[in-house]
């Protein structure tokens, strides 16, 4: 049983989203959720926030204290949870976990976080037209501006030193720089997931489709502008990577198409 303890922790955080399993879909703050029978697939409960894998977006995220075993059954469950865990993996499974508290989902990608969420919600709510004006308006140097910025990133990680002389003009994650991925954490995937989801949705034919391996491709002004909603989210979610003028450069298109319509409440993104 001492080997189980050194593989879990007491507190740490679940992302609840549409691929989670129903009995936590409907969870709230102040719940125990266990699962229906001690069998896999297990409650996965992250250690830190900057880890967390974000698979599915939109979710709701809780810091949970993980339910410790009680009986033979239980126990013996931990123990087939444990297998193969090791200590440094970043994450416990559980059979059980009870809801501290709901927070707020922005926490995800870092202390910027509600910048970066902003920015999801308007690649969410965006169409054809938009996609159209964010092409028009994005500076000519803002997707050099954007890999410079990964850069100054890598340039802080001792494991980024293979990395550093690459083309990051279009990277989303690099996680064997870091566990957390990018400075945003999974900021960037999200946004490129949410999108494919809108030009899916919202586009002409030919807006969204599939390689022979079955990869997603997007067309312009798709691609477009989902390069100057990447360029935003560096630019208000890592603030700390760009001088005053790479910041000018990459919000230059939400700055034109964007914002204003938040100021008159027209854009259904900050409704």
């Known amino acids: 049983m001492d080997d189980i303890a050194d593989l879990r922790v007491t507190e740490g955080f679940v992302f609840i989203n549409d691929e989670s399993p129903g009995y936590l879909k ?6 125990r959720v266990t ?16 880890r967390m894998l ?3 977006w939109p979710g709701r995220l809780f810091r949970v204290r993980v339910v410790p075993p009680t009986t033979s059954e239980e126990r013996a469950a931990m123990a087939r949870a444990a297998t193969g865990l090791l200590p440094h993996a970043g994450y416990t499974r559980a059979f059980a976990v009870d809801l501290l508290e709901e927070l707020p989902s922005s926490a995800l990608f870092g202390p910027h976080g509600a910048n970066v969420l902003r920015v999801i919600e308007a690649a969410s709510a965006l169409d054809e037209q938009t996609a159209c004006a964010l092409e028009c308006a994005r500076h000519p140097a803002a997707e050099q501006g954007y890999g410079k910025a990964w850069k100054r990133w890598l340039a802080q990680l001792p494991a980024g030193t293979p990395y550093r002389n690459h083309d990051h003009t279009t990277t989303l994650a690099i996680l064997d720089a870091d566990p957390s991925g990018s400075p945003i954490g999974d900021g960037f995937s999200v946004m490129w997931a949410t999108v494919n989801r809108s030009a899916r949705d919202r586009g002409s034919a030919g807006s969204l489709t599939l390689d022979e391996d079955g990869n997603h491709l997007l067309a312009d002004p798709w691609q477009s502008a989902l390069g100057a909603l990447l360029d935003t989210a560096m630019a208000l979610g890592a603030p700390h990577l760009l001088d005053n003028y790479a910041v000018t450069v990459l919000t230059a298109a939400w700055n034109t198409v964007i914002e204003p319509r938040s100021n008159t409440g027209t854009d259904a993104s900050h409704a």
């Open 35 to 50: 699962l229906p029978v001690l069998a896999p697939p297990w409650i996965v409960v992250d250690h830190v926030l900057d």
């Open 26 to 31: 409907a969870a709230t703050a102040g719940m």
């Open 54 to 56: 974000v698979t599915s």
